[in-house]
């Protein structure tokens, strides 16, 4: 699976930015798909899974990001709201060929290359 993301950019405090991913392979709709982040001297860190229609998200962005899946399409997106300069970093979309137990990024079986999200005034 070849994974590759789009929409990173800037924001200011209070807006919105969409992040895609698109996916190669012909059983993407078997794959759990998320995103993870990570921020200039932080470890990469959980932001969303999608499971079919089941969602979870880390407590950080519950309510102001949103993950979606289109399997006709094979496409991840995630819409972020309400940003906070918090939310700068680099976001990864990621796909596990099983469901992950606990999130971490040994439990993804395949990355994008990331894209930048900057959240500044």
């Known amino acids: 699976v070849q994974l590759v993301e789009s929409g990173g950019g800037s924001a200011q405090p209070g807006g919105s930015l969409r992040l895609s991913c698109a996916a190669s392979?012909?059983?993407?709709?078997?794959?759990?798909m998320g995103w993870f982040r990570q921020a200039p001297g932080r470890e990469r860190e959980f932001v969303a899974r999608?499971?079919?229609?089941?969602?979870l998200y880390a407590d950080s962005v519950k309510g102001r990001f949103t993950i979606s899946r289109d399997n006709a399409k094979n496409t991840v997106s995630l819409q972020m709201n309400s940003l906070k300069p918090d939310d700068t970093a680099v976001y990864y979309c990621?796909?596990?060929?099983?469901?992950?137990?606990?999130?971490?990024?040994?439990?993804?079986?395949?990355w994008g290359q990331g894209t930048q999200v900057t959240v500044s005034s």
């Open positions: 392979g012909r059983t993407f709709s078997s794959y759990v």
């Open positions: 990621v796909a596990a060929s099983s469901p992950p137990r606990w999130n971490t990024v040994g439990e993804y079986d395949y």
């Open positions: 999608i499971t079919g229609i089941m969602t």
